[in-house]
């Protein structure tokens, strides 16, 4: 079994920044770890993850802003979210992938935490 937990998140102003953490618990030893938003309304969307070489893939709206890292002896996966815009506003999940090898979809993620609301007003 694998059990994420999102923290971090919060309200913050246009060009602010925030960092989303992830605490990971079960076997993620060789997954592929990543983050996912939503917003209201809309469809799931990949940001960034990392694969078990750590091997990065974004998504073009955060590319520049968003780093995903994470610290294996700690089992945390982190978000560093930089010159954050209101359309950043969203549900933020951490997602562990079924392998070592994955794609920036959904599908390819069996493990989902609760998520953690980020808001940023204009």
């Known amino acids: 079994q694998v059990q994420l937990v999102e923290s971090g998140g919060g309200s913050v102003q246009a060009g602010g920044s925030l960092r989303l953490s992830c605490a990971a618990s079960g076997y993620v030893y060789r997954r592929c770890m990543g983050w996912f938003r939503q917003a209201p309304g809309e469809e799931r969307e990949g940001v960034e993850i990392l694969d078990s070489d750590g091997i990065t893939s974004y998504a073009d709206s955060v590319k520049g802003r968003f780093t995903i890292s994470q610290d294996n002896a700690k089992n945390t996966l982190y978000l560093q979210m930089n010159s954050l815009k209101p359309e950043d506003t969203a549900m933020y999940y951490c997602?562990?992938?079924?392998?070592?090898?994955?794609?920036?979809?959904?599908?390819?993620?069996?493990?989902w935490g609760q998520g953690t609301q980020v808001t940023v007003s204009s």
């Open positions: 997602a562990a992938g079924g392998s070592w090898y994955c794609r920036l979809i959904d599908a390819d993620f069996s493990y």
